[in-house]
């Protein structure tokens, strides 16, 4: 299958702050692709570099065969662009700002646009400096999606959505797909990734460490479990389990503290044998993660946002 979207050697350089080195990827026609990276990994500058915000210092990218820089505005026509951060005239409302969009597109279906606007319980009677962040979100969301573009490029789309619009964004990426059409979008959370996604782009650093299926995560996931007993701590039965990598013995002799790649399955599997107090699961931040994988090729960026899943068992 033909890419729609390619870059090679992709460099931008800001002085002496970090941008991007020699990036080159490739996303086909039809597939979910994540480009995952800690926050000051370089995701936002790519993409800026892709919608033509930012001259590249070195290297191409094209979109449909086109060069984003030398036809912006014909590949404008085909992307729907969620950037990460909106700016906005705070006196206009939702709604408005809609219909402004819809006029630069020529015109949207607006069927298609109240469903969007429904399915994300988007108010577009409010005006944009009245908005939250997640509100802010549904709106970028909403223009993004609502001319049916044949390419999505979104910018940490789930950034600050509640748990029921980021499912319900998961159902909308899935019929995009399903569709024919392409998604590109970042994020810097695993899970997120996982599910939506077919093949990801691993960027740390400004450099592309890894591209391939979305298996390629299960190298790098890591969970940290904490299980307390209500007797002592049975360490031998957890130090040979698949995926263990490290068994600490808390100061109190009943809780161990686990470090597991992969899935956690094996881990419940065998403290349900015993008496449990409690038992929590943390995926650490893709930061975190990145530490840990990477530690040798020296520290990862971008800031501490941990998302948790707990599950306690009495």
Request: proline letters at 4%; aromatic letters at 6%.
């Amino acid at each position: 299958m033909a890419a729609i979207l390619e870059t090679q050697g992709l460099t931008k350089s800001y002085g002496s702050s970090r941008g991007i080195i020699d990036v080159t990827f490739a996303v086909e026609e039809g597939e979910v692709f994540g480009f995952l990276g800690p926050n000051g990994a370089g995701k936002t500058t790519t993409i800026r570099t892709l919608m033509a915000l930012l001259k590249a210092d070195a290297g191409m990218a094209r979109i449909a065969g086109m060069d984003v820089w030398q036809q912006s505005i014909e590949i404008k026509r085909i992307v729907g662009y969620l950037p990460g951060e909106l700016a906005l005239d705070p006196n206009l409302t939702g709604g408005q700002i809609l219909e402004y969009f819809g006029h630069l597109r020529g015109g949207v279906d607006q069927t298609y646009l109240k469903q969007l606007i429904d399915r994300l319980g988007f108010d577009p009677t409010r005006k944009f400096r009245q908005y939250s962040s997640g509100n802010k979100r549904k709106l970028g969301i909403v223009q993004a999606f609502m001319h049916r573009p044949r390419l999505l490029i979104l910018d940490e789309p789930t950034n600050g959505l509640d748990p029921l619009n980021q499912q319900e964004f998961d159902r909308m990426i899935t019929e995009v797909r399903e569709e024919g059409r392409t998604v590109f979008l970042s994020s810097h959370i695993l899970t997120e990734v996982e599910q939506t996604c077919t093949r990801v782009a691993i960027i740390r650093e400004g450099r592309l460490v890894r591209v391939g299926g979305v298996t390629e995560l299960k190298d790098i996931k890591r969970h940290d479990v904490t299980i307390t007993f209500a007797e002592a701590a049975p360490v031998e039965a957890f130090k040979d389990l698949q995926g263990v990598e490290q068994v600490e013995v808390m100061p109190d002799g009943h809780t161990l503290r686990l470090a597991v790649s992969g899935g956690v399955d094996m881990v419940i599997k065998m403290a349900a044998r015993y008496a449990i107090v409690t038992l929590t699961s943390q995926e650490p931040s893709l930061e975190e993660i990145f530490l840990r994988y990477y530690e040798g090729d020296g520290p990862a960026a971008g800031g501490q946002t941990t998302r948790e899943a707990s599950h306690v068992v009495r």
